[in-house]
């Protein structure tokens, strides 16, 4: 994003004052009745207005014909006949065929005209009510997870030392520095201002290569030799930055009003000041809309190898790379600011693209991405929005990604507009810790770039 703060509060989520008030009772109904609740509720994005039932009981229970209402008895959806929710099961129902989810509303499960469980809410989902634990526990804003056990992760410490310094020196990039990605001894960073940087090793931090034109940074164009990409994030494949340096833009900011939710290839291999994209992939149609400047903010490359058992939406069935022919061998995951989700393509060489996933962060804006091939897992940034906090996510049995940390910021990190994050690979393991990167937006204190570590 190349705005700060003072914008990004005004278009922000209004944050949780109170978890929603659950609310259950009735008359006594059938013993199988009372092992089925509401666990799920989501009134917002791309699976806006949908319920989930769990089955907290030892036996399966027959919910055919029961009934699903909002706050308005008028409002009724009828699960349908030959429905049976299994012992410790779980199932969503998207209702909005029958009635809409407000901010402020309830989720009303009927057997005949006993009333089985209830919830209420006074603000939107962002992006899921979720009981935790499920069945039993409140309800919590949570990533989204229907049909599968909620996500009640809750953060904890940040794993690696609490002591962050700077790393560049002062007032080098100034504003706006966003997306970050480490290739050994170099470190790319993209800046919003249509710019690509080459950095290089200076003692612990990092300093402008000063050699083939990268001085300055070199100015970004689109594949027509036009425009000023507002870049957010950077990240390269298996073949390395031999293969082409990717990066994710969300409008041309000669056209600032307009979104434009791209991926672009860049050449880096020249001597030249300006960079022209060999490849735009322009991802907009496919998305649900945004603000212009709340688009993609961080994208990362993960390997095919990595993705083995993964559910790909697009078809249903597992995802096979072969059936998309030449596409750099991995799946590129792009996440979004205004929304919080993140979506997995397969961009081929062709310029054709496939979204094969959609995940939710269970945070209401993305600003980084980063795979940890060490670790197998992806790393979910969020920056002063959420207080600097960070998730981990790995690829599940069930074949799609989930929550498995929840990190706070390090304890000697302010609250900065951190819209980067890098992690160094595992050769530079020392005493079980790694170094880790931060750039900053807003370039506090004449600094955009900063340490820490994460145990190895």
């Known amino acids: 994003m190349s705005e700060s703060r003072a914008r990004r509060s005004a278009v922000g989520l209004v944050a949780v004052s109170a978890l929603a008030a659950l609310l259950t009772g009735g008359p006594a109904h059938a013993a199988a009745g009372d092992t089925v609740r509401v666990n799920e509720v989501v009134t917002t994005g ?11 009981g030892s036996a399966a229970v027959d919910v055919s014909g029961w009934v699903l209402k909002d706050n308005q008895d008028s409002s009724q959806y009828t699960i349908p006949g030959g429905t049976t929710l299994a012992a410790g099961g779980f199932k969503a129902f998207d209702v909005h065929s029958s009635f809409g989810l407000g901010s402020s509303d309830s989720a009303r499960l009927y057997h005949g005209s006993t009333l089985v469980d209830s919830v209420s809410w006074t603000q939107h989902s962002n992006p899921s009510w979720s009981r ?10 949570a990533p989204l997870s229907l049909g599968a056990p909620n996500s009640c992760a809750t953060p904890v410490a940040w794993p690696g030392s609490g002591t962050v310094t700077t790393a560049d020196g002062s007032n080098v990039f100034g504003e706006d520095l966003s997306g970050l990605y480490q290739e050994g001894g170099v470190l790319w960073a993209a800046q ?4 690509l940087w080459r950095l ?10 000063t050699t083939s034109g990268w001085t300055s940074g070199k100015t970004l164009r689109y594949p027509n030799g036009s425009g000023t990409p507002d870049d957010e994030g950077v990240t390269l494949t298996g073949a390395g930055s031999a293969g082409g340096v990717y990066v994710s833009t969300e409008r041309n900011t000669d056209a600032s009003g307009t979104s434009r939710t791209s991926v672009l290839r860049y050449d880096v291999s020249g001597t030249g000041t300006t960079l ?3 490849r735009e992939w322009n991802l907009t149609a496919d998305l649900p809309p945004v603000g ?3 688009g993609f903010e961080g994208i990362t490359w993960i390997p095919d190898s990595a993705l083995a058992g993964l559910v790909d939406s697009s078809t249903g069935a597992t995802y096979d ?32 693209f496939t979204r094969v996933t959609s995940v939710s962060s269970g945070m209401p804006a993305v600003m980084e991405l980063q795979w940890e091939p060490q670790a197998s897992r992806l790393w979910v940034v969020c920056d002063d929005t959420c207080s600097g906090q960070h998730r981990t996510m790995k690829l599940t049995a069930a074949g799609s990604f989930a929550v498995t940390a929840v990190y ?18 595992a050769d530079e393991c020392v005493s079980g810790s790694k170094p880790v990167y931060w750039s900053d937006d807003t370039n506090d204190s004449g600094h955009a770039l900063r340490r820490g570590t994460i145990t190895c």
């Not at 935790?132 to 804003?141: K, L």
């Not at 590129?332 to 310029?351: A, K, P, W």
């Not at 706070?408 to 690979?425: A, I």
């Open 321 to 352: 790379p072969s059936r998309y022919g030449s596409h750099t061998g991995g799946v590129f995951f792009v996440g979004v600011e205004g929304t919080g989700m993140i979506y997995g393509y397969v961009l081929q060489d062709s310029g054709a």
């Open 46 to 56: 791309d699976v806006n207005d949908s319920i989930e039932l769990y089955n907290t």
């Open 192 to 195: 919003n201002s249509g710019k």
């Open 200 to 209: 290089v090793r200076n003692g612990a931090g990092w300093k402008p290569d």
């Open 408 to 425: 706070n910021r390090p304890s000697g990190m302010p609250n900065y507009n951190n819209e980067g994050f890098s992690l160094s690979g």
């Open 292 to 294: 212009a400047n709340l």
């Open 276 to 278: 022209t994209a060999t």
């Open 132 to 141: 935790c634990p499920d069945g039993t526990g409140a309800f919590i804003q």
